[in-house]
């Protein structure tokens, strides 16, 4: 019973570091067919050109409307004072406390900020547009909305985490706090340190989650999204500390100037978006892994081709473990000598060899399938009756899918489109007698 139970259990194991491998090759495939990374620079541009914009914002409405002291903007800012080399808080506030009215000017320069900020999530909304593409209907008036969400949000989450801190710095001023600075200096002296450290990290977490779950358009399982932001914002984590330990700043102080830091924080910002929308790529894969893995089925290189991406690509994909799992209806056996479908029948499905090998029979033209082949396509898409016999040559196991699916492959991917363009051409060479071969 224990020998059975490990069996089990290195099957699912195996399967599960299969299809991992699999949803990886695809992620990958997919983030470079659609360029994600000129998208990432568009991010990385758009970020800075809306920074300073998204800063005045947080600070009109901590002036105005909070009431909050300028101080509590410029403690906040203290522990991280790179921005001055940006921007000054200081006239900032007093041009900010300068406007006293609402008039036309006053209108238009705040509709101008608003407006230059949203480049930023502007460029996301593209870029996640891009990804999700062939499965989410154009929606420009949702787009602009879910734009103007996303720097609302983003302003009022920033205001929320600056009142905090301050709120926490004051309440650990209180006596009753006073132990903390008298028995914890080392953890009283580095707190807000660590807590303006870690807490963007966390927010970026739950921003990142927020942006898979609703700019997809398709509502990926919300268990995928934390985890996928999570790898994105702990692998962001991780080259960040990494690029702290070998690049030296100072160093190009000397060279740039002030353009070192702008230009450091231009690469980090790139490199963070790669990893979001890489992350927003694997989760379109594993939402439609099935599909996907139908797909490369069909495409699978022939086994006489050569060359290490078509040996591994057929090695990685010719096994559809998973979508047998995930479709036990559609999976078929039949024995030696069985009929899987006769002439005249209705084409309402395609086949693919799991195992074994089926005989085509047309007339007296006879051609043999194997593992890794479909059968039965040209049927399906011309729409009509099987013009020959399909017969088990040997004990095999099908999938089959349906001619709804398979039409489903051919309108979303287009390798699919030119791949049974170049079936149907054969079908009518073999048609007329030109080849050997044929297709059923």
């Not at 209108?107 to 930023?120: D, H």
């Not at 580095?190 to 963007?200: A, E």
């Not at 007339?363 to 040209?378: N, P």
Request: aromatic content about 16%; charged content about 15%; overall charge positive.
């Amino acid at each position: 019973m224990s020998h059975r139970v490990l069996s089990k259990f290195l099957s699912k194991l195996r399967e599960f570091a299969v299809t991992a491998l699999q949803s990886c090759y695809l992620s990958i495939y997919y983030y470079l067919e659609n360029d994600l990374t000129i998208c990432a620079s568009a991010c990385a541009f758009g970020f800075l050109f809306s920074f300073i914009p998204v800063i005045f914002m947080i600070i009109a409405v901590l002036i105005s409307f909070v009431h909050a002291s300028p101080e509590v903007l410029k403690n906040f800012l203290s522990l991280a004072p790179f921005y001055k080399e940006f921007f000054s808080v200081d006239q900032a506030v007093a041009a900010i406390n300068k406007v006293t009215g609402s008039g036309i000017f006053e209108i238009l320069v705040i509709v101008s900020i608003f407006w230059m900020a949203r480049r930023f999530f502007a460029a996301v909304m593209l870029s996640m547009k891009k990804i999700f593409h062939g499965v989410v209907k154009n929606r420009p008036v949702i787009s602009q909305v879910l734009i103007l969400a996303g720097e609302i949000l983003c302003v009022l989450f920033m205001v929320t985490g600056i009142i905090i801190f301050a709120s926490a710095k004051t309440i650990l001023t209180f006596p009753i706090f006073g132990f903390l600075e008298t028995y914890f200096p080392k953890f009283y002296s580095d707190f807000f340190q660590n807590l303006v450290y870690v807490v963007p990290y966390l927010l970026c977490w739950f921003l990142i989650a927020v942006v898979y779950r609703v700019a997809s358009g398709t509502k990926p399982r919300r268990h995928l999204c934390i985890f996928s932001a999570f790898c994105c914002t702990g692998l962001f984590w991780i080259t960040v500390r990494i690029m702290g330990m070998f690049l030296n700043i100072n160093r190009y102080n000397l060279v740039y100037g002030v353009l070192s830091r702008l230009i450091v924080l231009l690469l980090e910002v790139y490199i963070f978006f790669i990893y979001i929308l890489f992350f927003a790529q694997f989760i379109y894969v594993i939402q439609y892994l099935n599909n996907l893995l139908l797909g490369e089925l069909y495409l699978l290189p022939k086994q006489s081709k050569k060359g290490f991406f078509s040996v591994l690509k057929r090695k990685l994909f010719i096994n559809p473990n998973y979508i047998i799992n995930h479709e036990s209806d559609n999976f078929r056996s039949f024995e030696k000598g069985k009929i899987i479908f006769t002439e005249q029948e209705v084409s309402d499905a395609v086949y693919y060899i799991v195992s074994g090998s089926v005989q085509l029979s047309r007339g007296s033209q006879v051609s043999i399938r194997g593992k890794g082949q479909f059968f039965g396509e040209t049927g399906c898409i011309f729409s009509v009756p099987r013009k020959g016999e399909a017969t088990a040559l040997t004990d095999c196991k099908l999938l089959r899918i349906s001619a709804e699916k398979f039409w489903e492959l051919i309108d979303t991917n287009p390798r699919i489109t030119g791949k049974a363009l170049s079936d149907t051409s054969d079908y009518f060479r073999n048609l007329y007698g030109r080849n050997s071969a044929f297709l059923l």
